[in-house]
């Protein structure tokens, strides 16, 4: 079976989450892997969100605020301006692909922009291929028979 | 009424929790007195089949440090959890992976490679790797095997409580003692399952002394390249002061010695994610909006994933660094 990318999308209240309403309601077509989360604003998404999602399944995150200028709390969005690169360094760091975050703006009245940016970034994870972190879960029953096999002493 | 008993054990660890425990000073006395110690391979003279005859829960409680990083560590974290009533994970290696799970940027693989090949000091002409399983004359031979991935306590058996820090501070350690004899002399009730004992449930800038301003960065800076101020934050100064990010309990100590606070006590209540809660923090104080010039600082925080989870590698959401062939 082809993979499909499972994707996790923060979208601001303000201009994003609007701008994805507008591209459903004037029937623009992109793809369905992203899973939208609406947020109060970008300036809200903690680098634990987006840690938590690519741990537990999530292949990429995308995180969308107003563009710089227009945030509705004033500056908001730049925090996460500034939270996005550190955290893609973080990533980067730790040896998982950079691309796999992703920071766009998108406006309330950037419907098609949202469908491209969708489209654009479930192409660009689907090229990257799944996120299967290695040795995540603690695997009870193998450290259990590495013990078994060893015998002696460490039974 | 007997005594209780009380078990002390190291796991993957540097001695130093031990140490802490000694610098309780004549408070170790009155544990010895209190106590029955039953098991601390530190300072006393104690085998595990000691404890393997043992009754089950019957060590009322354990101090467990070190993280788990080996078949032996495994089993002894098991066997300590059957016989002990109460088990608790005592400093930052067993609560948080510490800088036992710093190997979790690596792989066995290659640390074997380096230590065993690589390393300038090293003759193997043979490449001789060490067998967990050898036959010799004298019969069979075993050795623990090292694990790829390094675990913390609460990963592989189930903890009631947790005692931070790199080492736990001897006041804070007094301070448990204190409210465990309380209990066990008095009949208290126990604090919830999982309770974070001898610490501060909030930040280590609650602690701090010095002098808080609008933080404001433009560049992060090296302790041996300034000579800090003694009175302002040394984060507003440009250093990486992990305080933010860190439980408080230990009084600041760091800080106060001009030092940036380096992460021992692990990450706050409520936070899961130390190194995150950093990037978070560090997002909101950078003062720039140009993207160029935000890259060109964040560039300048020396060894980001190093520093951020120094102590908490092994319990941070990604557990582990993701090593392709």
């Known amino acids: 079976m082809s993979f499909e990318p499972n994707l996790v999308g923060f979208l601001c209240n303000w201009c994003s989450y609007t701008g994805a309403d507008l591209a459903g309601t004037a029937r623009i077509k992109y793809p369905p892997n992203l899973k939208v989360i609406r947020v109060m604003c970008s300036g809200r998404v903690d680098p634990n969100f987006i840690l938590e999602a690519l741990a537990h399944g999530a292949d990429g995150v995308l995180v969308c605020g107003c563009h710089p200028g227009d945030c509705h709390y004033v500056e908001g969005n730049y925090k996460c301006q500034r939270r996005l690169p550190i955290t893609r360094m973080l990533l980067g760091e730790m040896g998982i692909d950079p691309r796999r975050v992703r920071l766009e703006w998108v406006s309330a009245s950037e419907g098609v922009r949202f469908g491209q940016v969708v489209s654009e970034f479930t192409e660009e994870i689907r090229s990257l291929g799944p996120l299967a972190l290695q040795e995540w879960a603690f695997d009870a029953a193998a450290a259990d028979a590495q013990l078994a096999h060893q015998g002696g002493d460490h039974a | ?325």
């Open chain 2, 1 to 325: 009424m007997p005594k209780p008993k009380l078990g002390l054990y190291w796991a993957a660890s540097c001695g130093g929790c031990e140490i802490a425990v000694l610098d309780t000073e004549l408070k170790v006395l009155e544990i010895a007195d209190f106590f029955d110690i039953v098991f601390w391979p530190c300072a006393m003279d104690f085998k595990y089949d000691d404890v393997r005859a043992l009754a089950d829960g019957e060590i009322t409680l354990t101090l467990f440090n070190g993280a788990i990083r080996s078949s032996e560590n495994y089993e002894m974290a098991k066997l300590m959890r059957a016989k002990s009533t109460v088990l608790c994970a005592f400093g930052s290696c067993a609560a948080d992976g510490c800088i036992p799970g710093l190997a979790n940027f690596t792989s066995l693989e290659a640390i074997e490679r380096y230590v065993y090949d690589e390393s300038p000091s090293t003759v193997n002409p043979e490449h001789i790797r060490p067998q967990p399983v050898w036959d010799v004359p004298e019969g069979t031979l075993r050795l623990p095997q090292l694990w790829n991935t390094v675990r913390t306590l609460p990963q592989v058996v189930d903890v009631d409580y947790i005692i931070p820090g790199c080492p736990p501070q001897p006041d804070q350690i007094k301070a448990v003692v204190d409210a465990v004899v309380d209990i066990l002399k008095n009949g208290k009730p126990l604090p919830p399952k999982g309770t974070v004992l001898g610490a501060d449930p909030r930040a280590c800038c609650e602690e701090c002394p010095r002098k808080r301003d609008v933080k404001k960065i433009r560049a992060f800076v090296r302790p041996h390249e300034v000579v800090p101020d003694p009175e302002i934050c040394l984060l507003e100064q440009g250093l990486i002061c992990m305080g933010p990010a860190t439980r408080g309990g230990c009084g600041a100590k760091c800080v106060k010695a001009g030092v940036p606070c380096r992460g021992c006590y692990g990450p706050p209540a409520g936070v899961h994610d130390q190194g995150a809660k950093m990037a978070s923090a560090l997002g909101g104080v950078i003062d720039s909006t140009d993207p160029e010039e935000i890259e060109r600082i964040i560039a300048g925080i020396p060894d980001l994933v190093g520093t951020f989870y120094r102590f908490s590698l092994p319990a941070s959401t990604l557990r582990r660094r993701q090593v392709r062939p």
